[in-house]
Structure formats: structure tokens, C-alpha cells
């Protein structure tokens, strides 16, 4: 029905409800929480969402549902404006695959230990005597 509507077509509050798969009265409960959301009302109270108004709520669609906003949150986001792409960190790129001489080198110093074996078996001794003095 509304797919084969032109992108710029008013649509039905049952069109849009369809759409963003959520019953009529949660659009006519976000009119009551958002007041940029407006759509055209004809008699009986028959709602028409512009372009704009569908947009408006597929973002709060989105922002309620996808990125887990409160109804609060996303009135905040809509006086404030919603952060721009560019001011989120870029993704942390994956290091680099190790090399078969970062493998080697990782292998000589798990065979080659790091300390004194002889020096740490003293340190044992003293310890352990001044514990029984």
C-alpha cells in the first residue's frame, strides 16, 4: 500500500505505524511528548505525516528502539540537536597480524626466563629463615 506511494506522499498514521512497525497510538503518544512532530489533521482527526514528520519519526523510532534513548533523552537530543558523525571517535583499528619473527621471538623469550632462578631460590631461603627466627 505504502510502498507503492511516491517518497514525497503524505502518509496515513496507519501507513506510518506499518512502517516502523509499532501500534498507532505510540505515534500519537510521541505528538504528546515531541512537539516537532505535527502531522496534518483533517476532520474526524484523521492524521497525514509530511516527509518530514515521517522522518522525524523514524529517527525517534530509531533513537528509542536502536540506540536505546529514553523518551527523555531523545527530547533532549531533538532541543539540542543530535551529535554529527564527525565529533564520534573513529573505530580502534585492529593491530597488525604478528609476523612469523614476532612468532619466533615470543617463543625464544617463553624458552629463555627473564630472571635468576639462583637468585630467586635465595631470596626463598632468606625469607622462609627470617619467618621461623
Known amino acids: 500500500m505504502a510502498a507503492d506511494k511516491d517518497p514525497n506522499a503524505f ?7 506499518a512502517q516502523l512497525g509499532v501500534p498507532q497510538h505510540i505515534l500519537r503518544y510521541w505528538e504528546s511528548k515531541f512537539p ?3 502531522p496534518l489533521q483533517r476532520a474526524g482527526n484523521r492524521r497525514y ?21 529514553t523518551i527523555r533523552g531523545v527530547q ?7 551529535p554529527r558523525d564527525e565529533t564520534l571517535p ?12 614476532d612468532l619466533a621471538q615470543t617463543e625464544r ?8 632462578y ?3 631460590v635465595e631470596l626463598r631461603d632468606r625469607l622462609a629463615s627470617a619467618l621461623t627466627a
Open 76 to 82: 533532549k537530543l531533538l532541543r539540542e540537536g543530535e
Open 36 to 38: 516537532k512532530l505535527r
Open 118 to 120: 639462583g637468585r630467586l
Open 109 to 116: 623469550q617463553l624458552d629463555e626466563p627473564s630472571f635468576d
Open 90 to 101: 573513529a573505530p580502534i583499528a585492529a593491530p597488525p597480524a604478528p609476523t612469523e619473527w
Open 11 to 17: 502518509l496515513t498514521i496507519g501507513e506510518l505505524s
Open 49 to 69: 505525516y509530511r516527509p518530514a514528520d515521517a522522518d522525524l519519526a523514524r529517527r525517534i523510532h530509531r533513537l528509542l528502539t536502536v540506540d536505546g534513548y
